[in-house]
């Protein structure tokens, strides 16, 4: 669930590729090195598998390509969310390329034509990074 | 970054059941082993008189004669949409006439409990496992006996065969 807020919130940035994105620090529960996935056949498009985080199975969605293209380098790290779920709370493993940062900054409003899964901007000092709205990124629509 | 505590177990069902894993395109899979009733081998199964003209049956090549009762053969790997497989093994399931081609069966073992099938998924393999299991690390799918072969399917290969039935014996009479 996205809320604006007027003061400012806790992100954490992360590297996909040569860009930086942002999910609000609450939406995160850890991050982790990257194990290889486990595989098995499916047909959701991103998911490329599972780890095992605590004895949770946890999927694992590889968004990079969607957010820096094919190209997009080697995945170092998982950024494990917590997500909603219709039954549910479920965590969801995000490959990352990078290391992370933890930042408070104010969200503001989308500006712009932006795709649909940027639900918010971060103006850093050098910078102006998306939040991302992972239910959108992860939907059929968007990734399919 | 809040550090998350670990979550219940909650997903998790008491489940201690003895399964079947067998290997299709080196994937291994859980089937619960009162679902089948026979493992044998490839000889004796029959190639499809015609092909069935519905794009999900394509699964199905081939059909078997065993104790008086035909069974439709499921191509595992065209179940799972899988592209490489080696099949060399036949699971005949107990509750539905259906049999399934596999690469290889691995061995039979007892879990303790089926986890939920992540949210996260969201395809046809909500319809093809149960959930899955851990062994010794290892994530292993539980699959739906049901679902390799549904009741429309039966229906549908089975108004087939009748048709391609009738249609040889007009040819013959013909």
Request: glycine share 6%.
């Amino acid at each position: 669930m996205i809320q604006f807020a007027t003061t400012r919130q806790t992100f954490v940035l992360f590297p996909i590729g040569k860009k930086r994105f942002a999910l609000p620090a609450e939406q995160v529960s850890e991050l982790a090195h990257q194990d290889e996935p486990q595989a098995f056949p499916h047909t959701t498009p991103l998911l490329t598998g599972v780890v095992l985080r605590r004895n949770q199975i946890v999927p694992v969605a590889d968004v990079a390509p969607l957010l820096a293209g094919p190209d997009a380098p080697g995945r170092k790290f998982y950024l494990v969310m917590n997500r909603p779920g219709k039954m549910r709370p479920s965590r969801t493993a995000i490959p990352v390329t990078g290391e992370c940062e933890l930042v408070d900054a104010e969200w503001l409003p989308v500006t712009g034509k932006l795709p649909l899964y940027v639900c918010g901007l971060l103006s850093l000092q050098d910078e102006i990074v998306e939040v991302l709205d992972i239910e959108k990124l992860m939907s059929a629509e968007v990734s399919s | 970054m809040k550090i998350s505590k670990a979550e219940p177990r909650k997903a998790q069902a008491r489940a201690r059941e003895m399964v079947i894993l067998f290997v299709v395109g080196g994937v291994t899979f859980a089937i619960a082993a009162n679902a089948v009733d026979e493992i044998r081998e490839l000889a004796d199964i029959q190639v499809l008189p015609s092909a069935i003209p519905h794009q999900k049956l394509t699964k199905v090549r081939h059909t078997l004669r065993r104790q008086g009762r035909r069974y439709f053969v499921v191509d595992a790997g065209a179940h799972f949409q899988m592209l490489s497989t080696q099949p060399t093994r036949l699971m005949v399931m107990r509750h539905s006439p259906a049999a399934v081609i596999v690469d290889a069966i691995d061995r039979m073992q007892e879990i303790q409990s089926i986890q939920a099938l992540p949210e996260a998924f969201s395809g046809e393999e909500r319809r093809w496992y149960r959930g899955l299991t851990l062994i010794k690390g290892k994530v292993i799918p539980v699959v739906h006996a049901e679902a390799f072969l549904t009741k429309a399917e039966t229906t549908l290969l089975n108004a087939a065969m009748r048709s391609g039935e009738i249609a040889a014996k007009m040819a013959v009479t013909a």
